[in-house]
């Protein structure tokens, strides 16, 4: 099982990334898969999920409350990847982001800075 994320960046408040996770080694659309991001200094913590049938309902997608309404998930089935789109970004976003079904080994994670 793998994960490797990217699409971070350095991007100034206000601003949006799009961050990508592309999954192998397990059958992908049978999983829910989750984003974590871990800030410097503190825990991992989990930021969004989206269940087996895509992001096309509310009830498919959850986010921490601190994200919800500003970050949105998605996943292509075809192409094993999920998706976060990151917008109206604030400094507290900066972390590095990670993708997992909850229980594997961590990936590379990918960077987000938010700096003006």
């Known amino acids: 099982v793998q994960f490797v994320e990217s699409g971070g960046g350095l991007v100034q408040p206000g601003g949006s990334l799009t961050l990508s996770c592309t999954a192998s080694g397990f059958t992908f659309n049978n999983y829910v898969i989750k984003w974590y991001r871990q800030a410097p200094g503190k825990e991992r913590a989990w930021v969004a999920s989206?269940?087996?049938?895509?992001?096309?309902?509310?009830?498919?997608?959850s986010y921490e409350d601190s994200v919800k309404g500003r970050f949105t998930i998605s996943r292509d089935n075809r192409k094993n990847v999920v998706y976060l789109r990151l917008n109206n970004l604030k400094p507290e976003d900066t972390a590095k982001y990670y993708c997992?079904?909850?229980?594997?080994?961590w990936g590379q994670g990918t960077q987000v800075t938010v700096s003006s």
């Open positions: 997992n079904r909850g229980s594997d080994s």
């Open positions: 989206i269940n087996t049938s895509g992001a096309y309902s509310g009830d498919i997608a």
